[in-house]
């Protein structure tokens, strides 16, 4: 069964990213053994630009320099050889004079590529590799690092599995507790929401120490709150029952940004 987006149900600025990308790269899936790789085509339907990082798993190269800039109703592909999970979210970023970055949240060190993971708080959607002959992807969004932008993720041309999409699609910085948003802008707004383990560092929120399984970390107030606000993404470590699905291992991925937007 595949219940993901097709070429009809595709926004017509993906759509017509995903087949250019599709005719320029297909001599090389052909003739340079990548067939596992996929199309990631992110889309921006935000009001304002964003910065995706693209953080390659242990071993991999580094994707499309790490990041790029996409303007609002924009999208873009790549090409990727099944990333170990791929984080996408520094926002609201700057280059002054000096000529390095200046993002208010998933900071990369002061550069708008990224090559090694944005400092949290940020969404983070993740496409784990397959392991030998398994032959479905697992795939989610994540809080479990905090919350700087609404996304969801999204499969296509997959087989098998539910292949239903992820994300969170809520403004969760409208109800972010005040001890877990950060500010920013002139106007002092919350600009991110921080996880609890983030925040507070305590064992319970961080599922370690005595609370290092799933027997032990409970959900608590402040994943609840992520998890009603969003509940097709992450909320804490173990919240994996209602956060992972599943896709045939040949599917690439939408990461649409802001997808509440019209």
């Given at each position: 069964m595949s219940v993901g987006l097709t070429a009809a149900t595709m926004p017509p600025v993906v759509k017509k990213v995903v087949m250019l990308l599709t005719m320029v790269t297909a001599g090389v899936v052909l003739s340079g053994g990548v067939g596992e790789g996929a199309t990631l085509a992110m889309y921006n339907?935000?009001?304002e630009t964003v910065w995706p990082g693209i953080?390659?798993?242990?071993?991999?190269?580094?994707?499309a320099r790490g990041g790029m800039r996409l303007q609002p109703g924009t999208a873009t592909s790549v090409r990727c050889a099944r990333p170990g999970r791929t984080g996408l979210g520094p926002?609201?970023?700057?280059?002054?004079?000096?000529?390095?970055?200046?993002?208010?949240?998933?900071?990369?060190?002061?550069?708008l590529f990224c090559d090694g993971a944005a400092a949290p708080p940020r969404t983070l959607a993740r496409i784990p590799s397959p392991r030998p002959r398994q032959s479905q992807d697992f795939y989610d969004v994540s809080l479990v690092d905090g919350y700087n932008i609404p996304m969801s993720m999204t499969p296509f041309r997959g087989t098998?599995?539910?292949?239903?999409?992820?994300?969170?699609?809520?403004?969760?910085?409208?109800?972010?507790?005040?001890?877990?948003?950060?500010?920013?802008g002139a106007d002092n707004r919350v600009v991110a929401c921080k996880s609890a383990c983030s925040a507070f560092g305590a064992p319970q929120y961080c599922c370690t120490g005595s609370y290092g399984s799933p027997q032990q970390c409970k959900p608590t107030a402040y994943s609840r709150l992520f998890k009603t606000a969003c509940p097709k993404a992450y909320s804490y470590a173990y919240d994996d029952p209602t956060s992972i699905q599943t896709c045939g291992a040949g599917a690439s991925y939408i990461v649409t940004f802001c997808p509440h937007y019209r």
């Open positions: 339907k935000c009001r953080q390659p798993g242990a071993g991999k190269a580094v994707v926002q609201g970023c700057a280059r002054p004079r000096t000529g390095r970055a200046a993002c208010a949240t998933g900071d990369c060190g002061g550069s098998g599995g539910r292949c239903a999409s992820a994300g969170c699609v809520s403004d969760l910085n409208e109800v972010c507790p005040a001890g877990l948003a950060v500010r920013g």
